[in-house]
C-alpha cells in the first residue's frame, strides 16, 4: 500500500493537471502494491468521464504489463491512445518508485483531443500555401521594402557588396530593377550608395540589359 506522504502528493499534482488542461483531461493515479490491483487498481481520478472510469476500477493495458512484470518500465510520454467510444486520447504514463526501484504506482494524463484533431485538420487545410517557399515579408513603409530588396539582391549573388566585381553588382542591379526596386522614389541614390557606384553606372547597367533584351 501507498504511504500517505506520497498519494498525498500524487494526489495534488493530478488535481493541479486537471484544472490547468480542464475537463478534457483526465489525471489518475494507479496503485500496484495492492492484491487485487489488476481489478481495482485506480485509487485517485480527476476528470474520469474522459474514459468513463471511477476510482476502484480495474488497470488499463500497462498496468498490466507492469503487474505481469514482462514490460520494461519506461515513462511514456504523449503517446496516443482511444477509448471505446472513440475518443482520440494524448496519453502520458510516469511510473513511481520506491526506495528499490519497484514500480509501486503509476501516474496516468489522457487528454481528449478529438475535437483539436478534428480542428487541426480544418486548420492545416485552411492555412496551407498554394505555392511553396518562404512567407514574403510585408512592410508598413517603402523605405523598409528597399531595404529588404537590397539585402536580397546580395544573397542573389551570393557576396556581400565588398566582395562584389562589376558582374557581380550588374547582376544585383538587374534582379533590383526586376523587383520594382527602382519604382520607388529616390530609390536610384540609395541603390548607388549601397553598391558604391554612380547613379550613371546603375542606370547604365539597367539600360544594358534592356539593349540586351531589345536585340533579343
Known amino acids: 500500500m501507498l504511504n500517505e506522504q506520497l498519494k498525498n502528493t500524487l494526489f495534488s499534482l ?10 478534457s483531461c483526465e489525471v489518475a493515479v494507479h496503485d500496484l502494491t495492492d492484491d487485487n490491483a489488476a481489478e481495482h487498481s485506480i485509487i485517485y481520478i480527476e476528470n474520469g468521464e474522459v474514459t468513463g472510469r471511477t ?4 488497470a488499463s493495458g500497462v498496468v498490466l504489463e507492469q503487474l505481469r512484470g514482462d514490460a520494461p518500465a519506461e515513462d511514456r510520454i504523449g503517446y496516443l491512445t482511444k477509448t471505446s467510444d472513440g475518443k482520440i486520447l494524448k496519453s502520458s ?45 510585408i512592410t ?5 521594402l528597399l531595404d529588404e530588396l537590397l539585402w536580397k539582391s546580395t544573397e542573389m549573388v551570393g557576396k556581400p557588396v565588398a566582395l562584389m566585381n562589376k558582374d ?7 534582379w533590383l ?3 520594382g526596386a527602382l519604382l520607388i522614389t529616390k530609390s536610384g541614390d540609395r541603390i548607388a550608395k549601397y553598391f558604391g557606384i554612380s547613379k550613371f553606372t546603375l542606370y547604365s547597367y539597367i539600360d544594358t540589359k534592356q539593349e540586351e533584351n531589345n536585340d533579343d
Do not use: Q, W
Open 14 to 23: 493530478a488535481r493541479t493537471i486537471a484544472a490547468h488542461y480542464g475537463k
Open 55 to 58: 476510482v476502484g476500477d480495474g
Open 93 to 137: 504514463t510516469t511510473y513511481i518508485r520506491d526506495e528499490s526501484g519497484r514500480v509501486i504506482a503509476i501516474f496516468s494524463i489522457n487528454h481528449d483531443i478529438t475535437a483539436l484533431s478534428v480542428a487541426s485538420a480544418a486548420l492545416s487545410e485552411l492555412i496551407k500555401p498554394t505555392e511553396d517557399g518562404d512567407p514574403e515579408r
Open 140 to 144: 508598413p513603409h517603402v523605405g523598409e
Open 168 to 174: 557581380d553588382k550588374m547582376r544585383a542591379v538587374r
Open 177 to 179: 530593377n526586376g523587383k
